[in-house]
């Protein structure tokens, strides 16, 4: 939960309209974090995480993310 209320204070103070937030994580922790934000990424994740993100990255780099950021 704190880091899902941690996306929302961080997107308030910069003034990042929540719709234009990205969310990353690899364990069931980070779900409700990825819930909060427009999109979801699992990265090399487990798969309860990869089935709940909306985009998961199995076999490549971070810059695979940008492919998806466009």
């Known amino acids: ?20 937030t990205v969310a990353m994580g690899d364990g069931a922790n980070d779900l409700k974090m990825m819930g909060v934000a427009a999109l979801g990424v699992a990265f090399e994740a487990k798969p309860v995480v990869n089935a709940q993100a909306d ?3 199995r076999y490549s780099g971070l810059d695979a993310l940008l492919t998806y950021l466009q």
């Open 1 to 20: 939960q704190v880091k899902a209320e941690t996306v929302e204070e961080l997107a308030r103070r910069w003034d990042i309209p929540m719709t234009q």
């Open 55 to 57: 985009v998961a990255i």
